[in-house]
């Protein structure tokens, strides 16, 4: 089982027609990366605290209806948090959110999680946003404590962070219980750090997304592997890079042996490029990559 922890949200994604209009869409990284791998067919529970409103009875159906195991989520009678992409030319998004109060700040650390527990991925806004960031820091370090696969995925959103400085520097904090990181390079741009540093604070390796260049990986060995990105129609970039994180686990955590990284990033890169090829996060099936 992978164990996917974090926001569960509602984007409101503006659309052409009407003029103005906003659609709700379900999002926040976590949600995504966890509707993501049940799609590719992956044993996957979502881990978080979900408001009873109407937005989070929608985004609970559609992780059941990618048969992602709910049994390790939290609710609450809290909103669900709101945020609002505005996208660019390019098809890339930037972000404001509505989270005073919300039903996944709340979160807080569970049990041990299942005997066949694998994998553990954690990331965007809730290792951000308190008190539950604190109880998502502790389950990754728990999780890694026992020998848990883990992956993190900062997926920076400098609106939710108020203290720059205090947030790079918990960042540093989290490397030694981390086995792969993955971000952007805007990501890396705004950490301000370098990838060996980060190889040598702990991660087996640092998987780099560079938009339609494609995927760069480096590991702790020395080893550099590049993919480029599948040509595609970009209708936006909504939910590409939690997509990438998705497949990258799948075909981690069912490794028995060296990882084939450039098999992997392939695998990542097919994958969200079929993401931003339609609106909103909408990953792909298994079917859709094996056609």
């Known amino acids: 089982m992978i164990v996917v922890g974090g926001e569960a949200l509602i984007d409101l994604v503006p659309v052409a027609r009407p ?3 906003l659609v709700p869409r379900p999002g926040g990284g976590p949600y995504n990366t966890a509707l993501a791998l049940g799609r590719l067919g992956a044993h996957v529970a ?3 605290r979900v408001s009873t409103d109407g937005f989070g009875e929608t985004l609970l159906a559609g992780l059941r209806a990618a048969g992602v195991d709910l049994s390790l989520v939290q609710r609450g009678p809290e909103p ?14 930037a972000y404001g959110f509505y989270v005073e109060g919300t ?15 694998r994998a553990l991925a954690l990331g965007t806004c809730s290792l951000a946003l308190e008190p539950g960031a604190s109880a998502y820091e502790a389950l990754l370090r728990r999780e ?12 920076i959103r400098p609106a939710l962070i108020p203290d720059a400085q205090a947030y790079r520097a918990r960042f540093l904090g989290w490397l030694p219980h981390v086995s792969v990181l993955k971000l952007s390079e805007d990501d890396a741009h705004w950490l301000g750090g370098r990838v060996d540093d980060w190889l040598a604070a702990g991660p087996a390796a640092v998987v780099l997304t560079r938009g339609a260049a ?3 990986v480096r590991t702790r060995d020395g080893r550099e592997y590049s993919v480029p990105a599948r040509p595609v129609e970009v209708a936006d970039t909504i939910g590409a ?10 075909r981690l955590a069912a490794a028995s042996g060296p990882v084939d990284w450039p098999a992997a990033l392939d695998y990542a890169a097919h994958a969200a490029a079929l993401t931003c ?9 298994a079917a859709e990559l094996r056609a």
Do not use: I, Q
């Open 277 to 285: 090829a339609r609106p909103g996060a909408e990953p792909p099936y």
């Open 46 to 48: 979502f881990c978080s």
């Open 144 to 155: 890694a404590g026992r020998g848990l696969l883990t992956l993190l995925d900062p997926n």
């Open 19 to 21: 003029p103005g209009a």
């Open 241 to 250: 890079g939690d997509t990438v994180n998705a497949a990258l686990l799948h």
């Open 103 to 117: 039903a996944d700040r709340l979160f807080t650390l569970p049990p041990a999680l299942p005997a066949g527990a």
């Open 80 to 93: 669900t948090t709101l945020a609002v992409p505005s996208l660019a030319p390019d098809g890339s998004a």
């Open 214 to 216: 494609g995927l760069t």
